[in-house]
């Protein structure tokens, strides 16, 4: 039982952790442009002349 007062505080740190790095991940705009890699991996821009 001893084990419960380390393992949920920690828990509870992780999953606020985890959540600030998805609301900073929202912020900076990781997911603005989710359409843009797959269009870039068909352009033809780095093949010779």
């Not at 039982?1 to 985890?18: E, I, Q, S, T």
């Not at 997911?31 to 093949?47: F, H, N, T």
């Given at each position: ?18 959540l600030a790095a998805f ?27």
């Open positions: 039982m001893n084990v419960l007062v380390y393992l949920v505080p920690l828990a509870l740190m992780l999953g606020l952790g985890g609301l900073w991940s929202l912020r900076s705009g990781q997911y603005e442009d989710l359409d843009g890699a797959a269009v870039r991996v068909l352009s033809d821009d780095d093949l010779p002349k």
